[in-house]
C-alpha cells in the first residue's frame, strides 16, 4: 500500500493507505481549502485496496482530472486534480517516491443531479429486505371481492427508511453548505462572476446577481442587482434593483441556492436534491363543490422515484397539476424543504420539472437546436453561448442523448423523444421532477426503458414523481401511491407490499375491484392500516414555515429573459421550425399562386374597372366582372390567412403551458406568432393581388397613392389576409382539439363570402348591414371598391340612389375602409392575449 504524497499551495501531506482523508472549507477536514469555489465537504481521497481513489461528494462547483469534472476516478503520482474550476481553481498535485503506478480508472462524467450533495450522501442505509408475510393468502374470486378491512391490517408492512418527515421546520437536519461572517459596513456580492465575494456557480444566477449590506444600526438588507431570474425574500421576489430589510431568520433566494442570517453569520444551503416534499391533506373542488380529490396525504422521500397509478377517474393529473402548482388545491398544502408551494411558487417553480404526457418540444427540430431554444429561454440573459452549450452537451451525456443531438425530434423513436423532453427539464438542474404518463404508447421494451431512465435520475440525487398506467416496472419505484375512484388515497408504501396490501395477485384484479365496487371506502380501509400508520400518519407533524407574505399584487415573479429578448427567440425559432417543414413552405407559396390564377378564369376578355362602353350608344354599362374579381381574391386572401395560424396556438399548447410556467411572456409568444406569420401572410397577399390584378385594366390613379394604382388595390387584400390570420389565431385559442379548427376555418371563411358586399346589396338591410361590419372581408372589399369606384362600375340599378359609403371613389372611405380593417386585427389579437391565460397554470393568473 503506497503512500501518496499531496502538495497544495507550498504544504504536503503524506496520506495514509489505512484512512480516508476529506477536503473542503469545513475546518473539520483533514485538509481544509479558503476558497468559496469549493465546497463544505467536497471530496475525499481513499486507499481501495487495489489504488488511490478521489471521489467528489457532490461538490457543487466540481472536482476535475485532465480538465474533466469525475464524480470518482483513480489517482496516482503525477495526477494534477482542481477542485471548484477545470482551469483556476486550487490545484492539487500528487506524488510519491514509493508509489507504485496504478492504471487509473476512467474518469466518469458526474451528473449534475449528485453535485451539491450534502454531508452525509454517500451514506444512505441500503434499502431494507421486505418482511416474510403474515400467515394469510386470498385467493382471487372470478370477480374480485374487496379485502376486508381486517385483512388490511394484517398485512404486515416493513419498517420504514427515514423519509425527512420528522425534520424541523427549517431544512431538516442539514449542515449549512457554507457560511460567511459579517461585520458592520461589509458588503457581501452574490453572483455566478468569479469577482463576486460569493460565488454561486449555477446558470440561473446572474453574474452579478444582488448584494448583502450589514448596515450601522446592526440590521442587514438585500439588495437585487437587476437579476434576471429574480432574488426573493421568504420565496416572494423583491423587486428588479430593489431592497429589502431583513429581519431574524428570513430566507433569501438566489438560483438554486439559498440564505439564512443566523445572527451577523450568513448561511448558505445549496439545493442538491436532499429535500423533503410532501402533500397535506389536498383536497379539490370543482364547480358545485364536487371534489374530484380528496383529503391526499403523504411524504416522499430524498432522492427517490415514486409512481402515481389507479384507475380512470381516480384524479391522478389532478393530483399532478395540484403537487407542481399548476392547479392549486382548494384546501391543503404541498411542502417543498418544509416551504409552502403555492405561497412561494415564483421561487420554488425554478426547483420543479415536469414532463407532460405530450412532447414539450419542436418536432421540427434537431435535439441540440430544441435544447438550444429552450436554454436561451430559460437561462439569464448575460449567459454566454459557451455556457448554455456547456450545459445542453453534460445534459445530452448524462441521457446517452449525444448519439442523436443532431437528428430531428420527429425521426426518434417514442423513448428517445421522451428523453429528449426529460433533457428540456434537466437545463435548469431541477430538484424534484414530475412526469405525467411518459410510457403512454410505448411498448415493453421502451417502457422498461424509461422507467430504468427515471430510476437513474433519482439515483444521481433527483426525486422523481411518475403517474403511469403501466404496472409493468413498479418494483423499481422506491414508493407507490394507488389512488381510488373518486380521487381519495388507497395505499400509499413500498410497491412490493401494495398487493398483499389489497388481497389480490394481480393488479388487473385490483382495478376490477375498484371498478366494481366504486362506492367502498378505500380510503377509510387505507386510514385504518398498519401501513398507513407506519408511512403516512405522521404527514401532519411536518411544520411549514412560518414567514409574512406580501400583498397579491407584489408577488408577480421576473422573467429570465427580458421581453425583446425573448420576443428576438422566440422569432428565430419560430422561423426555424418553419424552415424545416419543407411541406409548408411550398404551400405557402403553391396556394396564394393558384388563388390568384383562379382569378384569371373570370371573364379574362373583360376590364377590371372600367365600365364597358356600349359600341352602339357609346354609353359605360355595368361592369359584373370587377365584383366577381375581387370576391374571389377576397376569399382567397380570407381562407389563406386563416388557414396559416388556425391551428398554430393549439398545437403548441402543452409547450406554452410549461414554458408559461418557467418564465415566458404571453404578450412575447404571442407577438412572434403576429409577426412571423403575419409576414407569410402578407407576402401571400402581395402575390394574390399581384397576380390577380396586374393582367387586367386598372385605373390610372388611385384615392391614396397616386399612380401607384396596383399597390393601393393590393394593400387591401394583404391586411385582409393579416386579419384573417388574427381571426385564425383566435379559433386556435379558442378549441380544445386541432380537429376543431378545420369546421371553424370552413365556417369562417363561407361567412366572409356572404357579407363582402359583392353577392347582393349590403348597404340599407337592417341588421345585415350592421353585422357585416365585423367580417374583415367586407372593409377590404371596401377598400379595393373604393379605389375601384365600385358605386360607379356596379351600381345598384333597382335604388340607383343607394349608393354604399364604403365604396366611395374617396381618399376618406378607402382610409377608413383600412383602418377599421386593421383595428379588427387588433382586437382579435386582444382576445387572443386573454384566451391564452386560460392555458395557463392557474397560479400564473392569480
Known amino acids: 500500500m503506497p503512500e501518496l504524497v499531496l502538495e497544495f499551495n507550498g504544504r504536503t501531506w503524506t496520506l495514509d493507505p489505512t484512512r480516508q482523508y476529506t477536503l473542503g472549507r469545513d475546518p473539520q477536514g483533514d485538509i481544509v481549502f479558503d476558497d468559496a469555489r469549493v465546497s463544505w465537504r467536497h471530496a475525499t481521497i481513499q486507499w481501495n485496496g487495489a489504488g488511490w481513489v478521489l471521489a467528489d461528494h457532490g461538490s457543487t462547483n466540481g472536482t476535475f482530472v485532465g480538465g474533466a469534472r469525475i464524480s470518482e476516478t483513480g489517482i496516482g503520482p ?86 425527512g418527515t420528522g425534520a424541523p421546520p427549517v431544512y431538516g437536519d442539514r449542515s449549512p453548505t457554507t457560511f460567511h461572517q459579517f461585520s458592520l459596513g461589509r458588503v457581501m456580492r452574490i453572483g455566478r462572476a468569479l469577482e463576486n465575494d460569493l460565488v454561486v456557480s449555477d446558470l440561473q444566477v446572474s453574474r452579478n446577481h444582488a448584494e448583502f449590506h450589514a448596515t450601522p444600526d446592526g440590521r442587514f438588507e438585500i439588495r437585487d442587482l437587476g437579476s434576471h431570474n429574480g432574488t426573493y425574500v421568504n420565496g416572494q421576489p423583491i423587486t428588479k434593483g430593489g ?21 451577523d453569520r450568513l448561511e448558505e444551503f445549496v439545493d442538491t436534491g436532499e429535500v423533503s416534499f410532501s402533500a397535506r391533506h389536498l383536497t379539490v373542488e370543482v364547480d358545485g363543490g364536487k371534489q374530484i380529490l380528496k383529503d391526499v396525504s403523504f411524504g416522499v422521500p430524498e432522492k427517490s422515484l415514486i409512481a402515481v397509478i389507479g384507475p380512470s377517474g381516480s384524479g391522478k393529473s389532478t393530483l399532478l397539476k395540484a403537487l407542481t402548482g399548476y392547479r392549486p388545491a382548494n384546501h391543503g398544502d404541498v411542502l417543498y424543504d418544509n416551504r409552502n408551494l403555492y405561497k412561494q411558487f415564483a421561487e420554488l417553480r425554478q426547483r420543479i420539472g415536469l414532463v407532460p404526457q405530450d412532447d414539450i418540444l419542436h418536432k421540427e427540430l434537431t435535439v441540440r437546436k430544441a435544447l438550444k431554444y429552450a436554454a436561451k429561454l430559460r437561462f439569464p440573459a448575460d449567459t454566454t453561448s459557451a455556457e448554455r452549450e456547456s450545459r445542453i452537451d453534460e445534459v445530452l451525456r448524462e441521457l446517452k442523448l449525444d448519439i442523436h443531438k443532431e437528428k430531428k425530434v420527429t425521426s426518434l423513436s417514442g423513448g428517445q423523444r421522451k428523453r429528449v423532453s426529460v433533457a428540456l427539464e434537466l437545463l435548469t438542474k431541477p430538484s424534484l421532477i414530475f412526469l405525467d404518463e411518459p410510457t403512454s404508447g410505448l411498448d415493453p421494451g421502451m417502457d422498461r426503458d424509461v422507467m430504468q431512465l427515471l430510476r437513474g435520475l433519482a439515483d444521481d440525487g433527483r426525486t422523481v414523481l411518475v403517474v403511469t398506467h403501466s404496472v409493468a416496472e413498479l418494483a423499481i419505484c422506491d ?271 363561407i361567412i366572409q363570402v356572404v357579407f363582402t358586399g359583392c353577392l347582393f346589396i349590403l348597404n340599407g338591410t337592417v341588421g345585415v348591414n350592421q353585422f357585416s361590419y365585423l367580417m374583415p372581408s367586407r372593409w377590404a372589399v371596401g377598400a379595393a371598391g373604393a379605389t375601384l ?40 389579437g386582444f382576445f387572443v392575449a386573454r384566451f391564452l391565460r386560460r392555458h395557463e397554470p392557474e397560479v400564473m393568473r392569480k
Open 78 to 163: 503525477g495526477t494534477a486534480v482542481h477542485l471548484g474550476n477545470a482551469t483556476d481553481g486550487p490545484r492539487l498535485n500528487l506524488s510519491g517516491a514509493a508509489a507504485v503506478a496504478t492504471p487509473q480508472a476512467p474518469a466518469r462524467q458526474q451528473p449534475y443531479a449528485a453535485q451539491g450533495a450534502g454531508p452525509g450522501w454517500a451514506g444512505q442505509a441500503p434499502p431494507q429486505q421486505p418482511p416474510q408475510q403474515q400467515g394469510w393468502q386470498q385467493q382471487p374470486a372470478p370477480q374480485a371481492a374487496p379485502p376486508s378491512q381486517a385483512a388490511a391490517s394484517q398485512a404486515a408492512p416493513r419498517v420504514p427508511q427515514q423519509q
Open 243 to 263: 431592497s429589502a430589510l431583513l429581519d431574524h431568520d428570513d430566507i433569501v433566494g438566489v438560483g438554486h441556492s439559498t440564505f439564512r442570517l443566523v445572527g
Open 479 to 749: 414508493k407507490l401511491l394507488v389512488m381510488a375512484p373518486g380521487g381519495a388515497v388507497a395505499y400509499f408504501g413500498p410497491p412490493e407490499e401494495a398487493l398483499n396490501f389489497f388481497g389480490y395477485e394481480s393488479w388487473a384484479d385490483v382495478f376490477s375491484s375498484f371498478e366494481n365496487y366504486r362506492d367502498y371506502d378505500w380510503a377509510g380501509r387505507w386510514k385504518g392500516s398498519q401501513h398507513y400508520q407506519m408511512y403516512a400518519a405522521d404527514i401532519d407533524a411536518i411544520a411549514a414555515q412560518s414567514v409574512q407574505m406580501p400583498p397579491p399584487q407584489a408577488m408577480k415573479p421576473p422573467k429570465p429573459q427580458g421581453w425583446g429578448s425573448q420576443l428576438v427567440t422566440l422569432i428565430r425559432r419560430y422561423v426555424s421550425v418553419i424552415a424545416s417543414d419543407k411541406g409548408f413552405l411550398a404551400l405557402t407559396v403553391i396556394l396564394p399562386a393558384v388563388l390568384g390564377a383562379v382569378s384569371l378564369l373570370i371573364d379574362p376578355d373583360k376590364t377590371l374597372l372600367v365600365n364597358p362602353v356600349n359600341p352602339k350608344t357609346g354609353v359605360p354599362t355595368p361592369n359584373g366582372t370587377a365584383t366577381t374579381v375581387l370576391l374571389i381574391l377576397a376569399v382567397g386572401a380570407c381562407f389563406a390567412g386563416a388557414a396559416n395560424s388556425v391551428r398554430e396556438l393549439i398545437k403548441e399548447r402543452v409547450i406554452y403551458e410549461r414554458e408559461r410556467a418557467t418564465g415566458l411572456s404571453r404578450s412575447a409568444y404571442l407577438m412572434s406568432k403576429v409577426v412571423v406569420l403575419g409576414g407569410i401572410t402578407v407576402l401571400q397577399g402581395l402575390m394574390v393581388g399581384a397576380i390577380g390584378f396586374s393582367s387586367r385594366t386598372i385605373p390610372d390613379e388611385g384615392v391614396i397613392l397616386g399612380h401607384s394604382v396596383l399597390l393601393e388595390l393590393s394593400l387591401p387584400i394583404m391586411a385582409l389576409g393579416f386579419t384573417s390570420m388574427m381571426f385564425g389565431l383566435m379559433m386556435s385559442s379558442l378549441v380544445k382539439t386541432a380537429e376543431k379548427t378545420m369546421p371553424l376555418l370552413v365556417m369562417f371563411a
Open 789 to 828: 369606384d365600385f358605386n360607379g362600375i356596379s351600381p345598384n340599378l333597382d335604388d340607383p340612389g343607394n349608393t354604399d359609403p364604403l365604396w366611395n371613389h374617396t381618399a376618406s372611405a378607402w382610409t377608413l375602409d383600412m383602418a377599421v380593417l386593421i383595428f379588427l386585427g387588433v382586437v382579435c
